[in-house]
């Protein structure tokens, strides 16, 4: 049999029509190998993860996915089947994350996808296939934050650092390598009940997202912050910019609370902090691998097998809207090989 001609499962997500209304539902179909998009490298995927923009996708979000029928999922690892250049061969471990994957492009919530060679990262040796899932998008996107902060100057005796959102996947995993690099954590959630949580995930202090979000009017606030990664925007964010210490940064890489961010210059003129934004998705291969290989070395973090819960197929709708109503704590990583 062809490859094209090979059958496999995936996740699609269609628009339906119900009556005047419009819907999206996903589906666990069978589709071949030849529907999928050209591309460099076919892989078969092992193991995928639910991310916040993977809920948008499969609620027909078009900011995320313009056309439908569509199969989300922006992270993918698993072996190579095929490759039309020299630099991966069939039966290599590799990983997909970022690029347009899962947005416009099929992505892991199938077991194939087809992309470009440039999106394709060699799996680190530190790393097994479900451990780069656990991380994916958001353990990338968590490097690239403190990346960025320890480029702007960021020390472990400068104090503490606080990470919003510590429970979702950028959140913990942003948590957990500050951590091991040897900072004072304070992680900011919702969830109270997860103090004890975050604790074993390196925490050294958690507090009240009720006591970060409060409404001020005034400039500026006590300086506290050696540095933040913040996943909320909006008047969290706010209220981080003037609270860091003098010419410390917070390192910006969501929007969960708001996309608004209604700010006066006098945090940055007065004390000269920074603002850092983070993007995930079109880094450099080169800056991609060398995190990557940091995640499967020195800033692995301990707590790895410990902060995802594994699910299949069957169970990725429920997965999705847990994701979407903020109820997730930690990862959830898609295993193909459970029965659909």
């Known amino acids: 049999m062809k490859t094209d001609d090979t059958a496999f499962k995936s996740f699609r997500v269609s628009e339906r029509q119900e009556g005047e209304k419009s819907f999206y539902r996903g589906d666990i179909v069978q589709r071949r190998v030849g529907e999928l998009p050209a591309g460099d490298v076919l892989i078969r995927v092992r193991y995928s993860s639910l991310n916040y923009k993977d809920a948008l996708s499969a609620t027909g979000n078009k900011g995320v996915t313009r056309q439908y029928p569509h199969t989300p999922g922006i992270d993918a690892a698993g072996e190579v089947v095929t490759s039309a250049v020299s630099q991966?061969?069939?039966?290599?471990?590799?990983?997909?994350?970022?690029?347009?994957?899962?947005?416009?492009?099929?992505?892991?919530?199938?077991?194939?996808?087809?992309?470009?060679a440039a999106w394709v990262v060699p799996l680190p040796s530190g790393l097994t296939l479900r451990q780069s899932m656990v991380l994916g998008t958001a353990g990338f996107t968590a490097a690239l934050c403190v990346y960025k902060l320890l480029q702007n100057g960021l020390k472990p005796d400068n104090g503490e650092v606080l990470v919003t959102g510590a429970t979702g996947g950028v959140g913990i995993i942003a948590v957990a390598l500050l951590a091991r690099l040897g900072y004072a954590v304070t992680a900011c959630t919702g969830k109270?009940?997860?103090?004890?949580?975050?604790?074993?995930?390196?925490?050294?202090?958690?507090i009240d997202r009720a006591v970060i979000s409060e409404p001020s009017a005034r400039p500026l606030l006590k300086e506290r912050w050696a540095g933040a990664v913040d996943v909320a925007g909006g008047e969290i964010l706010w209220n981080v910019l003037r609270s860091l210490q003098y010419g410390a940064s917070v390192a910006c890489c969501g929007l969960v609370g708001s996309p608004t961010l209604n700010a006066t210059v006098f945090p940055f003129i007065l004390r000269g902090i920074n603002l850092l934004g983070v993007d995930s998705v079109n880094q450099p291969a080169e800056l991609r691998s060398a995190l990557w290989e940091l995640l499967a070395t020195s800033w692995k973090p301990a707590c790895l097998d410990d902060i995802a819960t594994d699910i299949g197929l069957a169970e990725l709708e429920e997965g999705l809207q847990t994701v979407l109503k903020g109820r997730a704590v930690g990862r959830m990583v898609l295993d193909l090989s459970r029965p659909a």
Do not use: C, H, W
């Not at 039966?91 to 690029?99: C, N, R």
């Not at 109270?192 to 958690?206: D, F």
């Open 88 to 116: 991966f061969n069939p039966g290599d471990k590799v990983l997909v994350t970022g690029y347009d994957l899962g947005m416009n492009t099929d992505g892991g919530f199938a077991d194939f996808i087809r992309v470009p």
């Open 192 to 206: 109270s009940e997860q103090e004890s949580y975050l604790k074993s995930m390196g925490a050294a202090a958690v």
